[in-house]
């Protein structure tokens, strides 16, 4: 099982549990207090939809714990000021790496907390997480062409441009080095 929460300097990244979908899907009233955060005024930001939570439920449920960590994420700002303890954003990888050591990764920043590098810590925390593990090799994402956003945040944290996916989506990748653990 792999580690289901990863700091950076100002965000705490939760892996999603059954329980959190759970009542992101069907109990939206509890979902804030399950996270011990409040949620921005245009939750959930444009990116996974309602089919990509489901799905992301669908597999916790089939794969217990070894699927934990291995799908969706949230993005917490900690408390800073007069400022409490936010969700500001979303990721996750599209499932456990295949046998080469590839995983496929997405995010989304709510609209309030863009432009101020959460987007960039986001994904770099999730970077660190995946050679933590020891099993991701390289990282994918296919990001919208028109979200200029998104591409500076894949450039800033490693990625690179490679090509087009099979349906026609940008294709980025980076090497991921696993960590080495101490002995």
């Given at each position: 099982?792999i580690?289901?929460?990863?700091?950076?300097?100002?965000?705490?990244?939760?892996a999603?549990?059954r329980?959190?979908?759970t009542?992101?899907?069907?109990?939206?009233?509890?979902?804030?207090?399950?996270l011990g955060a409040?949620?921005p005024t245009?939750?959930?930001?444009?990116?996974?939809d309602?089919a990509?939570?489901?799905l992301?439920?669908?597999?916790l449920?089939?794969?217990?714990?070894?699927?934990a960590?291995?799908?969706?994420?949230?993005?917490?700002?900690?408390?800073?000021g007069?400022t409490?303890?936010?969700?500001v954003?979303?990721?996750?990888?599209?499932?456990p790496p295949d046998a080469a050591?590839?995983?496929?990764?997405?995010?989304?920043?709510?609209?309030?907390?863009?432009?101020?590098?959460?987007g960039?810590e986001?994904?770099?925390g999730?970077v660190?997480h995946?050679?933590?593990?020891g099993?991701v090799?390289?990282?994918?994402?296919?990001?919208a062409?028109?979200?200029?956003g998104?591409?500076?945040?894949?450039?800033?944290?490693?990625?690179?441009?490679?090509g087009t996916?099979?349906d026609g989506?940008?294709r980025f990748?980076?090497?991921?080095?696993?960590?080495?653990v101490?002995a």
């Open positions: 099982m580690p289901l929460i990863t700091q950076t300097p100002r965000l705490t990244i939760l999603a549990s329980a959190l979908l009542a992101e899907l069907h109990k939206p009233q509890y979902f804030p207090v399950l409040a949620l245009d939750w959930p930001p444009a990116g996974p309602r990509a939570l489901e992301s439920l669908e597999k449920t089939e794969g217990g714990r070894h699927a960590g291995w799908y969706g994420w949230y993005a917490l700002r900690k408390a800073e007069d409490p303890r936010t969700l954003g979303s990721a996750g990888f599209m499932g050591g590839t995983a496929e990764i997405d995010f989304a920043i709510a609209a309030d907390w863009r432009r101020q590098g959460l960039t986001l994904v770099a999730l660190a995946a050679a933590d593990t099993l090799r390289r990282l994918v994402a296919h990001p062409a028109d979200n200029p998104a591409l500076e945040v894949l450039r800033r944290t490693g990625f690179e441009p490679a996916a099979d989506r940008l990748e980076r090497a991921v080095e696993p960590a080495v101490a």
